[in-house]
């Protein structure tokens, strides 16, 4: 068995910021080396022994892509995990597709991380061929033709529990890549392109090992499991999928909820006054609820919403300032602030990543 207590761990990082903290995280515990791009990392894995990777997919000279698949030798029996900003389903499995044995997004927990290293470790230098096919670990909720505003609050609130997806269409959802693994598809019915019988039979061909559930529906329709009555509000989907995801539950008082449901549609000239106003409260009394009951302040949630929101406009062919102004934000400029702080990334590398 490997001893973890001693073991070497390289961090391939562009940001000084990721990398210093991973220092500081695991320096504790473990030998920690790092290097700026894939060439720095595939140097010293030929100069030294490496007994695991943290690798981020965007980098300013090279992608996390390129290292995987130049890697060569004995280079290849070392496990990596992916720690990226990307949070799609098809850039998760491409990784696993070329190797990696885990993905993490960020911003990461830092106990979460720790756990992951520990049993990548202890279970073997090398995963099975077949948890490389597999893709992530996690549950995949996929979204169907529902709102950018759910999709993104969802992707905040739930990335620690499940991974989620979005598709404008069925035709999207059937003919975009690394959606194999999903758990659930949620597709609302009227703005999807679900108009005929043969349509929902082939999506549930297609993913015939998910969940199915229709969205504001007052009946169902063959072949889903569940339907939702009434309007697609995040709290909505939070007490759902608790009770059919293997996600914690959401006890949040009356003024938090009334909060992330408006952001869930409203989002992009949101602001902590406003929202408070609509609340019935003030911004302090707001700010303070939503912290302590999500974990998150409430500008960095609104911060996320609209980053999330525009990682999938950008992985769709949107343009940045396009993306940055669809999102409630004033030009690129702006835009790539956040994103440098939320994605751990440009937004423009991200884009070129995304749609390689």
Same mark, same amino acid.
């Given at each position: 068995?490997?001893?973890a207590?001693?073991?070497?761990?390289?961090?391939? %990082?562009?940001?000084?910021?990721?990398?210093?903290?991973?220092?500081?995280?695991?320096?504790?515990?473990?030998?920690?080396?790092?290097? !700026? %791009?894939?060439?720095?990392?595939?140097a010293?894995?030929?100069?030294?022994?490496?007994?695991?990777?943290?690798? %981020?997919?965007?980098?300013?000279?090279?992608?996390?892509?390129?290292?995987?698949?130049?890697?060569?030798?004995?280079?290849?029996? !070392?496990?990596?995990?992916? @720690?990226?900003?990307?949070?799609?389903?098809?850039?998760?499995?491409?990784?696993?597709?070329?190797?990696?044995?885990?993905?993490?997004?960020k911003?990461?927990?830092?106990?979460?991380?720790?756990?992951?290293?520990?049993?990548?470790?202890?279970s073997?230098?090398?995963?099975?061929?077949?948890?490389?096919? #597999?893709?992530?670990?996690?549950?995949?909720?996929?979204l169907?033709?529902?709102?950018?505003?759910?999709?993104?609050?969802?992707?905040?609130?739930?990335?620690?529990?499940?991974?989620?997806?979005?598709?404008?269409?069925?035709?999207?959802?059937?003919?975009?890549?690394?959606?194999?693994?999903?758990?659930?598809?949620?597709?609302d019915?009227?703005?999807?392109g679900?108009?005929?019988?043969?349509?929902?039979?082939?999506?549930?061909?297609?993913?015939?090992?998910?969940?199915?559930v229709? @969205?504001?529906l007052?009946?169902?329709?063959?072949?889903?499991?569940?339907?939702?009555?009434?309007?697609?509000?995040?709290?909505?989907f939070?007490?759902?999928?608790?009770?059919?995801?293997?996600?914690?539950?959401?006890?949040?008082?009356?003024?938090t #909820?009334?909060?992330?449901?408006?952001?869930?549609? %409203?989002?992009?000239g949101?602001?902590?006054?406003?929202?408070?106003?609509?609340?019935?409260?003030?911004?302090?009394?707001?700010s303070?609820?939503?912290?302590?009951?999500?974990?998150i302040?409430?500008?960095?949630?609104?911060?996320?919403?609209? !980053?999330?929101?525009?990682?999938?406009?950008l992985?769709?062919?949107?343009?940045?300032?396009?993306?940055?102004?669809r999102?409630?934000?004033?030009?690129?400029?702006?835009?790539?602030?956040?994103?440098?702080?939320?994605?751990?990334?440009?937004?423009?590398?991200? #884009?070129?990543?995304?749609? #390689?």
């Amino acid at each position: 068995m490997h001893d973890a207590r001693r073991a070497t761990i390289l961090v391939v %990082d562009d940001d000084a910021g990721v990398r210093e903290a991973l220092h500081l995280i695991l320096e504790d515990d473990y030998e920690v080396l790092d290097a !700026v %791009d894939s060439g720095g990392a595939l140097a010293i894995l030929a100069a030294r022994t490496v007994d695991l990777i943290l690798l %981020d997919l965007i980098m300013e000279h090279s992608d996390g892509f390129e290292m995987l698949e130049r890697r060569s030798g004995q280079s290849k029996d !070392v496990p990596i995990i992916i @720690v990226s900003g990307l949070n799609n389903a098809w850039t998760a499995a491409a990784a696993m597709r070329l190797g990696a044995v885990d993905y993490v997004t960020k911003p990461f927990d830092e106990n979460e991380l720790h756990a992951l290293i520990r049993d990548t470790l202890t279970s073997g230098r090398q995963a099975p061929a077949e948890s490389r096919q #597999r893709g992530p670990r996690i549950p995949l909720l996929l979204l169907v033709g529902l709102d950018l505003g759910l999709y993104a609050s969802l992707a905040v609130l739930l990335r620690q529990h499940c991974r989620v997806a979005r598709a404008e269409t069925v035709f999207d959802a059937l003919n975009s890549p690394g959606l194999a693994s999903t758990t659930m598809v949620a597709l609302d019915p009227a703005s999807s392109g679900l108009q005929d019988p043969a349509v929902l039979a082939e999506l549930r061909r297609h993913f015939a090992d998910a969940q199915l559930v229709l @969205v504001g529906l007052t009946n169902g329709l063959p072949g889903a499991h569940k339907t939702l009555i009434g309007p697609a509000r995040v709290t909505y989907f939070l007490n759902f999928l608790t009770e059919h995801l293997t996600t914690s539950g959401c006890a949040y008082g009356d003024r938090t #909820r009334t909060a992330l449901d408006y952001l869930g549609t %409203d989002y992009i000239g949101a602001s902590i006054r406003r929202l408070a106003r609509v609340v019935g409260t003030s911004p302090k009394h707001l700010s303070t609820c939503f912290r302590e009951e999500t974990g998150i302040p409430l500008k960095g949630y609104i911060a996320e919403l609209r !980053v999330e929101a525009a990682k999938w406009l950008l992985a769709a062919g949107e343009k940045i300032e396009a993306a940055a102004v669809r999102v409630g934000l004033h030009d690129a400029s702006h835009l790539s602030k956040l994103f440098v702080r939320y994605a751990g990334s440009r937004p423009g590398a991200y #884009r070129r990543t995304s749609l #390689r």
